[in-house]
Every structure is written in structure tokens, then in C-alpha cells.
């Protein structure tokens, strides 16, 4: 057609061929100098459709001819308007499902009996499929094919299990070192989406939910540009999938292996180059390397506390992993030589070397190799801030008793854990009742962690008495200094940093708290104030001690001090609360050994 009246017009001309066995595809053909033509397969031998013509037509004078959205815009409003025809005329759609590489695309067709004169060739419209000409009453023809006479959610019956990922989760652009299929997209997808959003959460209380976070989209990006990183995304995205579908972690499967091969080759070609060898994106690749060598997600059956926010920060599949001493070693090196942590430039890569080293020194009961850094320090000082100013709160309550014990041995390095370690249990308690204005997953996630590393860079007693000296003289009144150092390592366990198997970090601090109060000869102090914090300590211990040879110990030193405050569960549960506790986590354990000292008490 010809431009008239003073309106640009332009003809586009649309060939609507079959499609070959990769799935329905279109061929533009137009007359002008805008014409695009997208040739994705050849042409196979169909019915054939003939050419459609569009008009490109505005009156608008800032109308520009050939701009791609207005051509893509008449295309789809006049194959919309022909399918409605269509639709119309000829009754009900015919919807076909199939689950071919193209993934699954959902098209037309009507359900009349066709003709095998006039129509001597039938093929599924979406995988390209030849099948009999009784089309509606045949059944597929392989089994790859599932043909429904309903409407087209009826087709969502039988979803491939290789297209998991829908309409608008695999970008067409991509481009990498390496070739994209689609085991490749599915994992780089769980990268974007879940994997790295879920170990470094956004903090920003009002970022969009549609946006990708900042450490994703960095750290896809260098992926795409390094093929030993993108190997190693691979690599922990599998686990991941595998840990979310089975609860379990296949580390010596083939497909672990191979890429974990694949990984350490690109790596040393890389680093040859002695510019690399420093680069945050080799550090990553090292950290992710190093964090599943040891991955073991499995939990006890018994747990003797229901341990919220299990699967912040992923620690529910990563809480008990350790790293190989030659890959920290090197991580180490290489971070030291580029001046610390506090120099990496790569967004969240400080914080994840930190988290990393403090859940495997927390399951190794050794000291962490990198001291902490200044924006986890950060956090703590938000937290605290946001207990003191928030109007939303009542009266804080929560380890506010410490305070008192300071000629017990409580001193300030600890009682700057305590305090913190009972802000963020009420962060935690007000974001599981759902209540506003609390603390994000994000500024909880970074405070757990730098309260952590805090408790295991404290030292023990043994070293205090080695740093101050033999000689010095033994306070008047019972030490509690250690009593509860190891209580709130329980308690960080129990709550604050869940891990998910704790039997054996447990079992170890358990049997420190026993000598501990064993050695201070505290039980023998008659002291209200003594009374009422080893109370804690006690219920703390003994709830730990669930299914270890301490249990019995414990119930009987939790009696006699049940037996000098004359208290009920009720009350001690408030004395509880002045100290560290949640009730969602601890109440049931709690109470379960309270009744166990109660029939001891009969017994005897």
C-alpha cells in the first residue's frame, strides 16, 4: 500500500511457516529498509500460510517509520484481531502441549475433524510433530506429546520437568564463555533468584521485591566473563537444587565432579597471569571451591530446640560446613597480600569470606582466621539503636539483667555480646509475629553473624587467667564469667545462629558448662541473685543435653536450684526473659526437662 493524505505508511509483510522439531517460529519479510528477518530453523513441508499484510500508519508528527516497538505493536494487534476470527468461526480452540527443548508454547487450532483430502499433512504446531490426520480422537504420537480439548491452563496437566523456569526466566541475549543449555539456565536462574539473594540479603527495608540484588547482579555479570566462576556457580547452584528438591547434597556426582574439574583447570589458566591472581572474582571462586568440600545438611531427628529463621543465609544446608585448612590457607594468603578484607571491592565478598570462616569455626570449636570487619560492627550498633528509638516496641527486657553481675565475673567484653545477643532475639521475635517496623532479613542476617564471630574471637577463662597472670588473687564471690560464656554459645546455637545438625557442637559445649560450673563450686552459694541466673544456666544446659550422658546431671543441679528459689515454671520462665530467651524455641524443651525434674524430686 501507498503512503496518502500526508500519513506515513509503511507495508509489512508476515509469513507464518511450520515449525521444525525446535519448536513454532515466525518469519518477517517486509518491503522497507526496517524489515527484520528472524530465521531460527529451516522450513519444513506443512500447510502453508499465506503472507499477511500489515499497515504502519500515525499521524503523529514525531512518528518515526521503522521504530521496532511500533512494528512488534501492528504485528501482534493484527494477528490477535486474525486469531479472534478464527476463534469465532470455527468454535473452540484446540490446545497442544509439548515438552520439547523450545520449551512449552501454547498454540491454536481448531478442533473440527480434518480433512485427510484436502489436509493430507497434520504436524503439532508446537513441537512440529507429524501425527494422524483423526487428529482429536488419535493418541500422540511419541511421548513427547500430550494433546487436550480444553482450554489452555489444561495444558499446565503435564509441565516438562526441563522447563521449570516459565515464560521470562531465561534471557535470549545471554552471552558467556561458555554454551547455555538448559540445565545452564535453570542454574544460573536459582544463582540470580535464590542462592545469592539468600546469603546476602538486601537490608534496604523498601527495595522493590522486583529487582535483583546488587550482589547477584555483580556477581552473574563476572561470571559471564570468567568461566572458572561461572563453573563454580554451577557447582553450588546444583547442590543447592539437589538440597532443595531431596534434603540431601550429592558431592561426589558426576556432574559435581566434572565441573569441579572444569573449575580448578580454568582456574590455574587464569591465575597464570600474575595479574589475576589477586582479583576479587578468584577469591570467590576460591571461597565457593573451598565452602563444598564438606557440606553435610543433614539434621538430627531429635532437636532439643525449635530454632527459628532456619534458612536465613542459607545456614539450614550450609550451618555445619567446614573448610579444608589448604584452601583457607590460600584464601588467606591472597587476602593478606591485597591488605584484608575491608579493601574487596566486589559487593557482600567480605561478608561472605566472614560467614564462611565463622560457621566453620564455630563447627570446629577453634578461633576464626579473619578478624571481623568494620560494617558488620555497623549492624550491631543499628540494632541497638533501633531497640532504644523504635515507638512500635514495649519495654525491652531481654538481657538486661547482665548488667547486674559485674562483680561475678561478667565483664564488659562479654556483656557487649549479651546485650546485642538479646536485641536481635527480640528482632527476631517481633519479625516472626509479623509485626512493622522490625529489623530486615538482611540487618538481622549481618548481626547474628558479627555477634558470632564476636563470641568466638572471647576468651575462655583459662585464657584470661593466662593473660592476666597466675598471681592473681581469687574473687570473693563465684566467677560466672565462663558459665556464661558457654551459655550463650548454647544459646546462639539454639536461636540466634541455628545450624542444622547441633548434636555434636552441643555435645561439646555441654560437657564445657559442666566443668565449668563444676570448677567454680557456684552451686554451693546460697545467693538469690546466683540462684536466679544459674537457673538459666542450668535450663539452658539441660535443654542442650537432650539424649547425651550430661542430661541426668543437669535435671538433678536444675533441682536443687528449683528447690532454693521455690519457683514454678511460669515465674522462671519470666526470670528467663531478663536474660536470653525465646519461648517459641526454648519453651518446649524447657518444659519437657522441668517435668523431668519434678518426677526426681518425687522419686527421691
Sequence with gaps: MSPGNGVETDTI????????????????????????????????????????????????????VGYRPDVRSHIRKHVARGLNKRKHSHGEQQVELASGEAGMQLMGNSTRVYDPQSSPTLYCKACGSYVNSSFPQ??????YHMHTRNQMWRALLRLSPREVLGSGRIDPFLTSAETPDATTHELMDLAVNYLIPGLMPDDHPNRSLSLTSTSSRTWVSAAFELPCLFNALLVACSLERDFLRNSTVEIESSFILSKKLLVIQKLNEFISDPKNAARDEVLLTILILASH?????????????????????????????????????????IVNSRGGLEVIKLPCMAEMIVLGDTISALNTFSKPTFAPIR??????????????????????????????????????????ILEPLGV????????LQG??????????????TALMKRLLLLPTAEELRIEIGIDVAPLPLPNLYEC??????????????????????????????KAAIEDSDVMSCDNVMVSEIMLWILTLGGIAALDKPERVWFVEQLSRAKEKLNISWY??????????????????????????????????
Design 484 to 513: 556464661c560464656r558457654i551459655a550463650a554459645f548454647i544459646f546462639s546455637v539454639a536461636v540466634t545462629f541455628p545450624i542444622p545438625n547441633t548434636f555434636d557442637v552441643l555435645q561439646h559445649y555441654v560437657q564445657l558448662l
Design 375 to 416: 560494617v558488620h560492627e555497623a549492624y550491631i550498633a543499628l540494632a541497638m539503636e533501633w531497640a532504644k528509638t523504635s515507638p512500635h516496641l514495649p519495654s525491652q527486657v531481654l538481657a538486661t539483667s547482665f548488667s547486674r553481675y559485674s562483680e561475678y565475673g561478667i565483664s564488659e567484653p562479654l556483656l557487649e
Design 293 to 333: 568440600e564438606a557440606v553435610d545438611a543433614k539434621e538430627e531427628p531429635n532437636k532439643p530446640f525449635n530454632s527459628p529463621l532456619k534458612t536465613m543465609q542459607w545456614l539450614n544446608m550450609y550451618g555445619n560446613c567446614t573448610y579444608a585448612p589448604t584452601h583457607m590457607k590460600a584464601l588467606y594468603d
Design 571 to 604: 515465674d522462671a520462665t519470666r526470670v528467663f526473659k531478663t536474660y536470653l530467651w525465646l519461648e517459641s524455641a526454648c519453651g518446649a524443651g524447657g518444659l519437657l526437662l522441668w517435668e523431668e525434674s519434678k518426677a526426681l524430686v518425687s522419686m527421691e
Design 13 to 64: 509483510n508476515i509469513r507464518l511457516d511450520p515449525p521444525d522439531k525446535a519448536g513454532s517460529h515466525e518469519h518477517i519479510r517486509t518491503k522497507s529498509p526496517l524489515a527484520r528477518k528472524v530465521n531460527r530453523s529451516p522450513n519444513m513441508p506443512g500447510p502453508s500460510n499465506p503472507f499477511l499484510f500489515v499497515n504502519e500508519t500515525s499521524k503523529s508528527p514525531s512518528y518515526k
Design 424 to 431: 536481635t532475639t527480640w528482632a527476631i521475635s517481633y519479625h
Design 138 to 143: 488419535s493418541p500422540p504420537t511419541n511421548e
Design 435 to 448: 509485626r512493622p517496623a522490625g529489623l530486615t532479613i538482611g540487618e538481622m542476617g549481618r548481626t547474628r
